[in-house]
């Protein structure tokens, strides 16, 4: 049986620090399925399925597929099969929640493994949210993002 990870999030929008982790999950397992979280954010730039749509197309991998939840996370991974969680850390400050939420999943449903990964340092202080804040006070996003994410971030401040 191939190992097959979930790797969660709001993904809004995908940005290179992202895709960094992507790209690392996908050489470290057989399946890896990029799941937006649903109803979560009240005011979210693109929807949960632009989001999807967003992901799908810039999606290289023969192993990556892109699929939304909600609910309890452990729920859907062990709905979906998966035994392992990815999540990126950036800074010391991501691991306390990190953390928190690792050992909660797992004591919520032990067979479910959380696996954390470091995305290069070139991405190591991206967020979306950040992105989001510099680009709606027009500084250059370029290279932080994917060409088309630009675009259509551009196309929803008009
Ligand atoms: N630049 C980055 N480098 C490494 N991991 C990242 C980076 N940006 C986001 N992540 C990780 O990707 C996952 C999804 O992030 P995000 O879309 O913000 O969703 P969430 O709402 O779950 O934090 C989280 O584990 C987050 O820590
Ligand atoms: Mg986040």
């Not at 937006?36 to 949960?48: A, G, I, T």
């Not at 953390?99 to 479910?112: D, G």
Request: glycine share 6%; hydrophobic share 45%.
């Amino acid at each position: 049986m191939g190992r097959r990870a979930i790797y969660p999030g709001s993904f809004d929008p995908i940005t290179m620090g992202h895709i960094d982790i992507i790209e690392r999950s996908a050489r470290l397992f057989d399946e890896v399925v990029v799941a937006v979280l649903l109803n979560v954010e009240k005011k979210p730039m693109f929807s949960p399925e632009e989001r999807v749509e967003i992901i799908s197309s810039i999606n290289r991998w023969d192993n990556v597929s892109v699929d939304t939840f909600e609910g309890l996370l452990v729920h859907y991974a062990v709905e979906q099969n998966a035994q392992v969680i990815v999540r990126g850390i950036r800074a010391v400050s991501d691991y306390e929640y990190e953390l928190q939420m690792a050992l909660m999943n797992r004591r919520l449903e032990p067979s479910v493994e959380t696996v954390f990964l470091m995305a290069g340092e070139a991405y190591s202080y991206l967020s979306s949210r950040l992105i989001k804040e510099v680009f709606k006070l027009g500084g250059s996003i370029e290279g932080l993002v994917p060409d088309p994410v630009e675009r259509l971030m551009r196309d929803k401040l008009k």
